[in-house]
């Protein structure tokens, strides 16, 4: 696939000069929607070239996020820089820089997919030669060119989605906004997607992607933002991110026979948690030598044997359902740990 | 580049924006049936019932048919796709543009304004063919249908900006305005004969001056000077064009 992308979509390495470090620069945005606070005193930046992940359950504010981002919705206070422009005094020339793809594919399903990219191109100035070009290889590249005097109706949600980002990319911007790209897609759909993404990355374009698919932000991000009920909990390199938690590393046993009464494994010294995986356990821990001499001990106690171990350390949905579990459980005290 | 060529360029997107805006409308809304019935057998039918039973000559009643077509077809579009739009997500794209709120108002008012336009020749040619009215100055006619179709179509997108999903919303809201347009501009009731009470309405219509113009292609004679229809009707389309823009922008956050 990547092959494919080299060859046909310009793989030129994109060199943007101007003054400011920053793709995107929020301080303090907050957003209010009557009574209910979207954003609170969100602040990150997203340096060129990067690629940023928003990961969050939902309802935690990505999608605001990206509205703001793009100028459709105005922060309550706080504001957002994208490559120094002032997306609410600049919207024009700070819009000018970016490509759009939003939660929803809305596409027209009474244009074609031709007539959809053509569109989105003249919206975005982008004069005949180019846009046909470039109409061409995205379409291409996302496995739609046969299709593209079809009227999109008929298309499947997977083929949306992939017309949704073509448009997206058609003005080839600087900046890509992916609203839950992959989400609900098939294996297919989503490969060329997360390839797309690596590929853009590549050439040096930054990608703002939100998800709240762990592997993806894991896979594809250089950097993660956590955000939980419009407040970030943390930002870091997926790495960085599952090192801070180093209490959430894990024992995974197989027991046979596997018993019927198990609460006793959260009696070994050191276990926080444990859950039943199908015919094994995990035992959460900080200290995972201590288990595996638990587990022996309680193997005997209770006549079974032990027939596997491994051992885990921190994943990302661990950081995850730490930081966005306390959040819910302490109202509002970020912490990492 | 200087400021002034920076502007100059902008401008240009703005157009080829509106256009793009426009052009998408006619391709997906023109054949949609709600619109064909709201904007070519609706004002058949409101003329029908107010037309049938009148000793009127047909060269007052072709001009007064021209002026309702152009009232409900021009503003039968955008309170349509609007809503729709809004629904299906794609609003999303147009105020996500590179360009500013009122390119976006003026594309969807352009698709209004031409289908009204087309709309608009029915009752001209019929007049011509089957009644045989001659027209006596083309100037007013085609002013006067130019101007008619734009200040209704950016009125119908204004009406949109309402913040709603169910173009239903917007018809009944739309109707409340223009059916009492109908008499109050003269076109049954000639303003001369509408009670004085109803005298300082007739000045807030956009319709008195575009059915005066038309009107005057067959009489000869008009009851404003014709370049006071001509402001006018400006005033109006630049009233509703701002107040669209503004609307969409407030609705927006
Ligand atoms: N236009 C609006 N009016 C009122 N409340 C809104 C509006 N838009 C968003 N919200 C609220 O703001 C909060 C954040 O919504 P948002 O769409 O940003 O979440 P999200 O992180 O994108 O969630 P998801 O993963 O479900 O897409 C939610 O509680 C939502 O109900
Ligand atoms: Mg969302």
């Known amino acids: ?337 | 580049m200087t400021e002034q060529a920076e502007w100059f360029r902008q401008l240009r997107v703005e157009f080829i924006a509106a256009w793009a805006i426009a052009k998408k409308d006619m391709i997906i809304y023109y054949l949609k049936p709600n619109i064909i019935v709201s904007g070519m057998l609706f004002p058949l039918f409101m003329f029908l019932a107010f037309a049938v039973g009148r000793p009127a000559e047909p060269s007052v009643m072709i001009p007064g048919l021209i002026a309702i077509t152009i009232l409900f077809s021009a503003s039968s579009i955008e309170p349509v796709s609007i809503p729709i739009e809004r629904r299906m997500k794609t609003f999303d794209r147009l105020i996500s543009a590179p360009v500013s709120l009122h390119a976006v108002v003026l594309g969807e008012s352009l698709s209004g304004f031409l289908y009204s336009i087309g709309i608009a020749f029915v009752p001209f040619i019929a007049g011509i063919v089957i009644f045989g009215i001659p027209i006596l100055n083309a100037a007013p006619l085609i002013i006067g249908i130019l101007l008619t179709s734009f200040c209704f179509a950016t009125m119908g997108t204004l009406f949109a900006s309402y913040p709603t999903e169910s173009p239903g919303d917007i018809m009944s809201m739309l109707n409340v305005v223009r059916l009492p347009l109908i008499f109050i501009s003269g076109i049954f009731i000639p303003i001369e004969s509408i009670p004085s009470y109803g005298q300082f309405a007739v000045y807030f219509s956009p319709l008195t001056y575009g059915n005066d113009l038309i009107h005057a292609a067959y009489s000869g004679t008009t009851y404003f000077n014709p370049l006071v229809d001509i402001v006018m009707l400006i005033v109006f389309i630049l009233i509703f064009q701002f107040a669209a823009n503004r609307l969409y922008k407030k609705f927006n956050e």
């Open chain 1, 1 to 337: 696939m990547t092959a494919i992308i080299g060859s046909q979509v310009q793989i030129r390495q994109r060199d943007f000069k101007d003054d400011t470090v920053n793709a995107i620069e929020v301080s303090h945005l907050t957003k209010h929607f009557g009574q209910l606070v979207a954003l609170n005193d969100v602040n990150f930046s997203v340096t060129k070239g990067e690629t940023f992940g928003f990961l969050g359950p939902n309802g935690a504010g990505k999608t605001t996020t990206i509205r703001i981002l793009t100028g459709i919705t105005v922060p309550t206070c706080g504001d957002a820089k994208i490559f120094g422009k002032d997306i609410v005094k600049e919207t024009i020339a700070a819009r000018k820089q970016m490509g759009i793809v939003h939660e929803t594919s809305n596409i027209y399903t009474d244009l074609t997919a031709w007539q959809n990219l053509m569109f989105t191109a003249e919206l975005y100035d982008v004069r005949k030669a180019e846009r046909e070009k470039r109409g061409q290889d995205l379409l291409e590249l996302f496995g739609l060119w046969e299709r593209r005097e079809d009227k999109t109706n008929g298309f499947s949600k997977g083929m949306k989605r992939r017309l949704t980002l073509a448009m997206g990319l058609i003005n080839d911007p600087r900046l890509i906004f992916l609203d839950e790209p992959t989400s609900g897609l098939d294996v297919q759909s989503n490969l060329i997607i997360r390839d797309v993404i690596r590929d853009l990355n590549a050439r040096g374009v930054t990608v703002f992607l939100t998800t709240h698919n762990i592997e993806e932000a894991n896979l594809t991000c250089d950097r993660v933002a956590i955000i939980n009920r419009g407040m970030i909990a943390a930002i870091d390199s997926p790495e960085k991110l599952k090192k801070t938690i180093q209490s959430v590393q894990s024992v995974e046993i197989a027991l046979d026979p596997v018993p019927h009464q198990w609460e006793g494994l959260r009696g070994i010294a050191t276990v926080s948690e444990v859950r039943k995986m199908g015919d094994k356990f995990r035992l959460i821990t900080e200290d995972p030598q201590t288990v595996i001499a638990g587990v022996m001990a309680y193997a005997e106690r209770h006549n079974t044997r032990v027939i596997g171990v491994n051992t885990y350390g921190p994943s990302l949905e661990d950081v995850f359902i730490k930081l966005t579990g306390l959040e819910i459980r302490h109202h509002g005290v970020k912490t990492v740990d």
